[in-house]
Every structure is written in C-alpha cells, then in structure tokens.
C-alpha cells in the first residue's frame, strides 16, 4: 500500500482513508476504515466514467448483483453509493497480497497441491459468482488475493458496468478498450464476442497456469498484443510445467469452443483438495502473517492540506498509469467518430499478406492497395452484372420472343435472389470466412455468367440471373467487411472506404455504360459473358493478395434468423415488385407487405436474444448505425428514380443509341469518384461521420431537383449532365460515412452481418423506389389509354410523369438527411478537442 498524496480526499462516505492500495482501468482503490474500526478497500470510479447517467444505471445494478455473492472465497460487498458525486463500492477488505505478486516477485510458481487447491476455490467462487447472475470478465492474477484460510476472488461483476456501454460508442469505443488483461482474455474477448460463463473458466484455466509455471499464456509479455491477441484466437495453448494432474482439466478450461469446456461446479468436483495439509508452503503462510501484523500498526501519514477540515466528499483524481499487466487492454487506437474505427482488435491491415521478412514491426504489406482493387474489382463485377442485363432487357425480350410478364420475371428474379441473400451471405462470411466466401462466390458468378450468355430460352436465363444475385448477395458483405476489417491507419482507413465506395456508388453507372456499349457494338449474350473473364481476374488477385489472419467466428448458424430476416426481406421485395402490376390494395401483395415487415420484427427481435446472431445487435439497437441504416434506405429510393428516367429522357426524347446512353453516366460515375475518394475519405478521420453524410445527401437532393426541369426541347449539356455530376458528387461522399458507420467499431467476426445490413437497407430503398416510380407512370398510362392522342404526345405526358417522380425522389434524399441529422450524433476529433478545454476548465 502507498501513502495517501494530497490530491487524495479523506474520506468517502462513512469511511476514512488511510493508504492507497492501487488503481485499475475503473479507478482508484483506497484502504479505509468505519467507525467501528471495520477495515474495508473502498474503489471510487474515475471521472470520466460519473458523469455517465448509463454507466451510473449499469454501476447500481451490477453492485446490487455482487452483494448476492457472498461466499467465503470472494470479497464481499459491503457497502455503496451510486449515486454520489463519485461513485463508490466498499468490500470486505483482504490482508493479503494478490497472486500475481506471490508468484512474480516473492515465492515463484506455486507447488502441485497449492494449484490443485487453488483451482477448487477459485471454481467455488466463479460458482457463487455466476449463480447471483454475473460474469466476472477479468479474472487474472492480480485478482486473486492469496490470504491464510485460502484464495479470495475480488472484483466480480463491476466490470460489466463499462462493458455495456461499448455498444454506445462512449466509454470504450472512444478509448479502445476492451474488458481483460493480456494473459487472461479468452478467445470470446478477444473476438468481441457475446460473453457466457464459459468465458470466466477460459480465464481460471489461464491462472492456473501462471500459479503452476510463472508464465502468461500465449507470451503475453513476450510478444506484441496483436499477435498475442492473434494466438489466443487461434493457437493451443503451452502447458508445459503444468502438473501433469491437472493437465487435462486445464486444457479442457481453455478448450476455444465455450461449449466444451466444463463448468465451475465440475472444475470444483474434480478438484477437492487434502483437507489436511496447509495448501500453501510455511515460507508463505508466515509472509502473510506478517503483511496482517502490518496492517493493525499501520499508522497513515495525512497530508498538510487534510489538517484543515475537509469536505465529505473531496474530488477524486484520475488513476495514474499501471504497469501493463495490470493495465486494461487498449486496443484499436484510431477512433475518428467514437466507435465508429476500426473492430475491437483488428491488427493493422489484417487481411493482406504479411509484410516482406526483412521489414521494420508493423509494416505494412506495399501491395496492400491491390489486394483493395481485387476486392473492388469483384465488387465492380456485381453490379456491371446488374445493370448491363437490365440495360440489354428490351433486346433481350425481343430475340428470345419474351412476353411482359416473361421480362418482368426475369427482371425481378435477380433482385430478390440478391436482396433475399444478403443477410445469408453476411453470417456465411462471419462463419466460414471472408476471404472464403469471396473466392465461392466469384466462381459462382462466373458460373452463372456463363450460363446466362448461352441460354437459348428464358427458363434457363431466369435461373442464371436468380444464380447471379445469390452468389452476388454472398460476394457483397464479404467485400465490404474485408475493407472494413483490413485498414486501420486513419487515412487508410478512409482511403480504402472511399475506393470502394466509388465501386459501389458508381458501378450501376458504368455498368450501363459497359452494357450500352457491348449491347450496340457486340450483342447482350456478350455483355452477360463479360462477367467470366471479369470474375478469373478478380479471383487470381483475391487468391494471391488476399490473406485473412482471423477469418472465422466460433459462433453457429443463426438458423432462426436466417429464415425471418431472409423471409421478411424476400416477402417485401416480391411485394413492392407486385404493387404496380397487381394493385397495393390486393389481398396478395398487403399479406406480402404486412407479412414482410413481422418477419423483419420477428428477425430483429431475435437478434437480440440470440447467443450468436445473424446481425450484431449493436447494429439496430446504436442510434448512429440505424440512422445510417435508414438514411441508406431513403437515400436509396430517391436515387432509385435516376437511372431508369434519365435513361428514357436519353433514348426516347434525345434519341440516343443505347451505346451512347449508356456512356452518358460516365460524367456521374466520375464525379461519385471525386466525391468519394478526394471528399468524404478525407474527412473521415477529421470530421463527425454525418458531416460528410448531411452535406452529400443534400447534394444529392439538388441534383434530383433540377432534373425535374427537364423538358423536350433540353439538352444533354445543359439539362442533364449537371444534375448527374451534382448527384454523382453526393453519393460520393454520402456513401462512405454510411459505410463507416455501419460497421466501424463491430467487432470483426460479426462485420459480415453489419455489412449485409448496409446492403440489405439499400435494395430495400431500391425496391420502394421502383414500386413508387412503376406506380406514378401507371396512373399516366392508364389516363392516356382512354385518350387518341398522337404516340409523341404520349411520350410527353409520360416524360411528365417520369420528371415529376424527381421531386418525391429528392424529397426522400431530404427526408434521409433529416434522419441522418437526429440520430446520427457520433463527433469527431474536432468536437472531441473543443470539449477538452472546457472540461479542463
């Protein structure tokens, strides 16, 4: 113990202070003493963590819980107040010092029978422990007190209080932390998984080892934390020196599946020691004697300024730095946006090659940026798949004698084949790997290219388009969470979300650029065959760039979630596609409408209750990520309207060739690249993520605005290639704090499923889109069947319809910046500098 200082208070709440005792990552901890001479280790939380109405909620709860304990192998809570200006909790104060120091700097490992024993009193405790509804989250060595009667486990349950708040983006997103110490997390801490009981065993497993051999697991001291972080995740442990007794019960504690590890009640059974023999050797049992004779002469020194009487509760200082064992684990140190960085231990650049043996610690791969055009490149191929046979339909109905509701058909099979399986793809990705599922998918959608090129009649190309959007809807999640997984670095970071998003705002505009061309210079059996040739290269570069060092969760397959998820989605993109041709008010397409959107709420639901669910529940249940979600999928029907009215203004009013049509996008595909990659990926590690995100979707709107002055008598130049490059311009930079947002932050294996979210939010936004605009040109052309008007006219009067979708079309681009606005409140470092004068002040 250490002298107060005179920063120290003297008391807290009816307890004097005498000594400090030391500190942690929740605060200081005090020796104190009652009035009726009690000794107590009175620990006062740091003033970061007051002033957080959720933490003081979680501290009140989680203390309440920790009084149930009891026990005679724990420190017992006695007394508490949360809410005093600074949070307090007293416990049964332990003279006797912890095991890491027994084991560290007094006495070295512990002989066969004291392990044997240690290990059936720290069961008993995580038993008393997890029945009063806790899990400890941080057992190690320097929570076990080594006392005469035996081991004390100290600081159950407290932890939990921080924990929570991760999914809050406050306390341990904006520093990095993550609950545990190097040598004591279990492969569930390390991943971001959701935490069991289980958890705590991994962890009693890791201290037996360190009572029997003096050694952290996995060289946490002798090794950098991501690769320690990697080798919990991934390694067997070394049980060398562990007596060979125990061996199998500690391997079995520190089993990576959760499941197969035995509980405390079994760790206990099959360890009950010799009730006979001291279970500490003579030398120690006598140092501890001494350290209790200490304690009752101990005579504390007060500070000058403590003469004076003192308030009853003095203001606490910040915990000094600890030594690292004792220090909580900072992980993921680039935190632009409070939680929206890179995932909870994700090493710098995590998927790409390691870098050349010969090069300096913690370089990167140099050709890290072409593994990113690899996954670009696949990407890329998606949605040039998308759009070239929508583009080629009208051709495509022609050659192979297509009825209406044949090209309707084979026109809405890919959308909800890819909108249906987005989910799916997401937790395959999770499961299996990314990497993994990317290089499946490429090979399926080289598969199903090929098919769709050669089909001589519709049944067969419908079915390669249905292939299309499955293996696309598995590609696109695990795209997208390999960048966001793969960059760490601050400007990287943002560099590589802007490239992609680039790919994924402007693919549907070169991907109708490449059809148009290929549809006029060559036929539409060409522009389906140019995904295969498109796929081989994307896989050669994902084969030979991409390296994924941590590619699967220990999680299952969220069954239940699959199917309502995968049921809702698919029930309301085949509805919203039935709307217009069938009528909204139809028995069919409302049971399909109302139907979809229970089972969405049945998905969410279980989300939240699900051990491993499809959809990390931090995802719906942050503020910033929904608002982000559902900015996404308005943002998505009012964009929705661009393509499909442009294209007919060019073709039918202008008179442009489909090739020329086609590369009329070009101007908008480049400025969502401007917007993208020299815009919002320079902002992103500068600014709040809905700075970039307002001003984009605003851009957007204005865009759609002045389309909807066009006329007869405009022209390319002057009536639509400035609302496509100000719209291009605002995708750009909307799209990459969305992608940001959504899965920054998540932990890496459940990146999958935030992916799928980003994804599934905007073919849910297309789909309404489309339905509306189908709608609105609907009631025209039922109005002018009745008329004898002239076909020019009728284009008019259609034109008319079409311009006039543009202004609900920006008016959803407003309303998803309204929402972006309001929920979306994460700040950024600007914001986060200006609060720290004031809080200073």
């Keep these: 113990m250490d002298q107060l200082t005179a920063e120290d208070p003297t008391r807290i709440g009816p307890y004097r202070l005498i000594a400090r005792l030391g500190a942690g990552g929740m605060g200081l901890v005090y020796l104190g003493r009652s009035e009726g001479g009690r000794t107590v280790a009175v620990k ?11 933490f003081r909620r979680r501290f009140a709860r989680e203390v309440a819980a920790a009084r149930r304990v009891g026990g005679s192998c724990t420190a017992a809570v006695l007394d508490a107040d949360p809410e005093a200006p600074v949070p307090w909790v007293a416990t049964q104060y332990i003279p006797g010092p912890d095991l890491h120091a027994v084991v560290a700097k007094q006495f070295g490992p512990l002989p066969e029978h004291s392990v044997h024993t240690l290990a059936n009193r720290l069961a008993l405790a995580l038993q008393a422990v997890h029945e009063a509804g806790l899990i400890h989250r941080d057992l190690k ?10 081991p004390r486990v100290i600081d159950f349950g407290i932890a939990r209080a921080m924990d929570g708040l991760a999914e809050e983006h406050s306390l341990h997103t904006r520093t990095g932390m993550l609950i545990g110490s190097p040598g004591f997390m279990s492969p569930e801490q390390v991943r971001g998984l959701e935490l069991t009981p289980a958890s705590d065993v991994f962890c009693l497993g890791a201290v037996l080892v360190y009572a029997a051999t003096g050694r952290f697991l996995f060289g946490a001291t002798d090794t950098g934390l991501n690769a320690h972080l990697f080798r919990v995740a991934e390694e067997e442990a070394d049980l060398t020196g562990v007596p060979a007794a125990l061996v199998d019960l500690v391997r079995a504690c520190l089993d990576k599946d959760p499941a197969r590890r035995p509980t405390p009640r079994e760790v206990a059974e099959r360890t009950t020691p010799d009730q006979e023999q001291e279970w500490l050797p003579g030398a120690v049992l006598a140092q501890l004697g001494r350290h209790a004779a200490e304690l009752l002469d101990y005579a504390p020194a007060i500070p000058a300024q403590a003469q004076a009487p003192a308030p009853a509760e003095a203001p606490v200082p910040q915990a000094s730095p600890l030594p690292p064992a004792y220090a909580p684990t900072p992980l993921a140190a680039f935190d632009p946006a409070r939680g929206f960085g890179p995932p909870p231990g994700a090493p710098p650049n995590a998927w790409q090659a390691p870098p050349p043996p010969d090069s300096p610690p913690g370089t990167a791969h140099p050709r890290r940026w072409w593994g990113l055009a690899a996954i670009a490149l696949a990407q890329m191929l998606v949605l040039i798949q998308a759009a070239a046979f929508d583009f080629a339909l009208p051709v495509v109905q022609r050659d192979l004698q297509l009825s209406a509701d044949d090209a309707r058909t084979m026109a809405g099979a890919y959308g909800i084949a890819f909108g249906a399986v987005l ?45 299309q959007g499955v293996f696309g809807a598995l590609l696109t999640p695990a795209a997208l969470s390999l960048v966001a997984t793969g960059f760490t670095d601050p400007k990287e970071r943002g560099r590589a979300f802007g490239v992609y998003a680039a790919v994924a705002g402007g693919g549907t505009a070169l991907g109708m650029a490449t059809g148009g061309w290929l549809l006029t ?42 199917l309502l998820g995968t049921g809702g989605v698919a029930a309301l993109l085949y509805g919203l596609g039935e709307a217009e041709p069938l009528g909204w008010t139809t028995p069919l397409v409302l049971v399909l409408l109302v139907g979809g959107v229970l089972l969405l709420a049945g998905f969410v639901w279980r989300q939240a209750v699900a ?60 400025a969502i690249v401007v917007g993208s990659t020299q815009v919002s990926a320079r902002l992103l590690h500068r600014v709040a993520p809905r700075v970039p995100l307002l001003a984009g979707l605003l851009l957007t709107a204005a865009g759609l605005f002045l389309l909807t002055r066009l006329g007869f008598e405009g022209s390319y130049a002057t009536g639509v290639l400035p609302a496509l490059i100000l719209s291009g311009l605002g995708i750009g930079m909307a799209f990459v704090p969305i992608f940001a947002a959504v899965t920054g932050g998540v932990a890496a294996e459940r990146s999958g499923g935030a992916a799928a979210a980003v994804f599934t939010a905007q073919a849910l936004g297309a789909a309404i889109g489309a339905a509306l605009l189908d709608s609105v040109i609907s009631v025209q052309v039922d109005r002018l069947r009745g008329g004898s008007g002239l076909p020019r006219a009728i284009e008019r009067e259609l034109l008319r319809a079409e311009t006039a979708s543009f202004w609900w079309a920006a008016g959803s681009l407003l309303l998803a910046g309204l929402v972006a606005a309001l929920m979306v409140r994460a700040r950024g470092p600007r914001d986060e500098e200006r609060r720290a004068p004031a809080a200073a002040g």
Excluded: K
């Design 44 to 54: 006062v939380v740091q003033a970061e963590y007051a002033g957080h109405p959720e």
């Design 141 to 150: 060595a320097s929570n076990v007190l080594v006392t005469v009667d035996g």
């Design 423 to 467: 989910l799916i793809g997401g937790h395959v990705a999770d499961l299996v790997g990314r990497r993994q599922t990317l290089i499946v998918a490429l090979l399926g959608c080289a598969a199903a290219s090929a098919l769709g090129g050669s089909a001589s009649e519709s049944g067969t190309l419908v079915w390669a388009r249905v292939l």
């Design 521 to 562: 210079a060559l036929s539409w059996r060409v522009a389906l065959f140019i995904g295969v040739p498109a796929a081989v290269v994307a896989l050669i570069g994902t084969l030979t760039l991409v390296r994924e060092h941590r590619a699967r969760t220990a999680g299952h397959f969220d069954a239940p979630g699959v």
């Design 611 to 670: 051990a491993h669910p499809l959809l990390p529940a931090s995802v719906l249940g942050d503020p910033n990520r929904a608002g982000s979600l559902l900015g996404m999928l308005l943002a998505a029907a009012g964009i929705l309207v661009l393509h499909p009215v442009v294209g007919y203004y060019l073709q039918v009013v202008l008179r442009y060739a489909p090739d020329a049509a086609g590369l009329a996008f070009l101007p908008m595909a480049a």
